[in-house]
């Protein structure tokens, strides 16, 4: 299979990377902005499958103008085909509604929604060349619609749930060209982005735990879901 994963350089990008990498047979192109957390990520893959096809892809996706045919391009050196893609990459702020800038505002929006849906666009072609063809949308549950929400998330939780979405429509779109789209809900995960945000927080699960789950899911979810926006969370909405 040929994968692909933004947000690879940490937490559970960098986890369902290495799972998907363990498969010689899998071709798996890690996207993240960090040149040296990849280079770590493709050691610690060879180093348990000296076979492993890891390819990394140093690509910043906060701007969609730069992700618009460059990022695409970029990916289409490795693979000419995708069987899963993961939109994993997400940013975090905790500050209040009225206190958030404009600058703030765009950048989490652009990462955690349109640079997504960019990357979309332009790997519709090689995902209609897959028989698997399943993208895999990594939202929160503060973008699931009528769970807890908390001060300091709006923008945040309702890019999240923009991405959510998107899925749902997506999956309506192209119901009839082989491609499946759902979208993961996740609850609090032990991640570097959770911790500077709610530094005093112990969330549930770790991200190598989560990891596991998308990583079955993204392989096994498209026999039984489409267009499903799916709540992974141990706590009640």
Excluded: W
Aim: glycine share 6%; proline share 3%.
């Amino acid at each position: 299979m040929n994968i692909v994963i933004t947000g690879t350089s940490k937490g559970i990008g960098f986890h369902l990377a290495k799972l998907f990498a363990k498969d010689k047979n899998n071709t798996v192109v890690a996207i993240a902005r960090s040149e040296n957390l990849l280079k770590e990520l493709r050691n610690d893959c060879i180093r348990q499958n000296l076979k492993s096809k890891i390819k990394i892809v140093v690509f910043d996706i906060e701007d969609p103008n730069n992700v618009k045919n460059r990022l695409k391009n970029e990916i289409i050196k490795h693979i000419d085909s995708v069987d899963i893609l993961i939109n994993n990459a997400g940013f975090l702020i905790n500050k209040s509604f009225v206190d958030m800038d404009i600058k703030e505002i765009q950048k989490i929006y652009n990462i955690n929604f349109i640079s997504h849906s960019v990357l979309i666009q332009d790997l519709i072609p090689f995902l209609k060349e897959s028989k698997l063809g399943h993208v895999v949308n990594i939202s929160s549950m503060g973008g699931y619609q009528g769970s807890s929400k908390f001060p300091g998330l709006s923008f945040y939780s309702s890019s999240k749930a923009a991405l959510a979405n998107l899925t749902e429509c997506l999956a309506e779109e192209f119901k009839n060209n082989n491609i499946k789209f759902n979208c993961l809900a996740l609850g609090a995960v032990n991640t570097e982005m959770l911790k500077t945000a709610f530094p005093d927080f112990n969330a549930p699960l770790n991200a190598d735990e989560m990891a596991n789950f998308i990583y079955d899911f993204s392989i096994n979810g498209s026999k039984y879901f489409n267009g499903k926006i799916i709540p992974v969370s141990i706590s009640t909405p």
